[in-house]
């Protein structure tokens, strides 16, 4: 079992549709959570990080997380063929060296 | 936004020699991080440094090499290059001093061919 999965996709939806992007993490200990974005052939650039159960709001953005099912989501809102890209989920634990990558999730959003 | 950089950006090179790739940030950053990812693929992480003197191999085996002499530089070196290291070669770094979360940023990546 991967620390960190995600359904590789590709989720397709409309333009103006929201866009439900999903990762599972097995370590109970992890604490931080983070989504990133990354265009073909760029590197990731962070969108959202999330520390509390809950959600939390950023513009079009809004992630949310429960440990309870060591389960983090992403939803973009009306959502742009700008918004084409894969999402890497990402998952720290205290005393790791580095963040855990999911492998990403391909999303592309049609015109 | 973050402040990191690295060049080159784009590397064509002949088997067997010798490269380094820069990555430096100006955030004061203690963490730094060397990936790597083929296209389409996952980021694997090949080196971690803690700060100055301190680095350590990651998760996946690389023959590259890393120093940190200063804080805000680090260097990967390949000794000598062969097809099998084309790749992009992302830096990255994370906690400013006195911060505890662990949030990354990346530089824009070296993409590397060796013919």
């Known amino acids: 079992q991967k620390e960190v999965e995600q359904n590789s996709g590709p989720l397709s939806v409309p333009e103006g549709a929201i866009a439900s992007l999903n990762c599972t993490y097995s370590?109970?200990?992890?604490?931080?959570f983070f989504w990133y974005r990354q265009y073909s052939g760029k590197s990731p650039e962070l969108i959202m990080s999330?520390?509390?159960?809950g959600d939390k709001e950023d513009g079009r953005f809004t992630a949310q997380l429960n440990k309870a099912s060591q389960y983090v989501s992403l939803l973009i809102r009306d959502s742009q063929p700008s918004d084409s890209a894969t999402y890497l989920c990402?998952?720290?634990?205290?005393?790791?060296?580095?963040?855990?990558f999911g492998s990403g999730t391909r999303l592309q959003v049609q015109p | 936004e973050a402040d990191i950089y690295q060049t080159p950006r784009y590397l064509v090179i002949g088997t067997g020699k010798k490269i380094t790739l820069e990555c430096s940030q100006t955030?004061?950053?203690?963490?730094m991080y060397w990936y790597q990812q083929d296209p389409g693929m996952e980021l694997h992480l090949i080196h971690y440094?803690?700060?100055?003197?301190?680095?350590e191999k990651g998760d996946l085996s690389s023959e590259s090499t890393v120093s940190r002499i200063r804080t805000e530089h680090f260097p990967l070196t390949l000794e000598s290059a062969r097809p099998s290291h084309t790749s992009q070669y992302l830096c990255?770094?994370?906690?400013?001093?006195?911060?505890?979360?662990?949030?990354?940023?990346f530089g824009p990546g070296t993409r590397l061919t060796v013919l």
């Open positions: 990255a770094s994370s906690t400013p001093r006195g911060v505890s979360t662990d949030t990354q940023y």
């Open positions: 370590d109970r200990g992890s604490q931080s």
């Open positions: 999330i520390y509390s159960n």
């Open positions: 990402a998952v720290n634990k205290a005393g790791r060296r580095a963040l855990t």
């Open positions: 955030m004061g950053h203690d963490k």
């Open positions: 440094s803690y700060g100055v003197n301190s680095t």
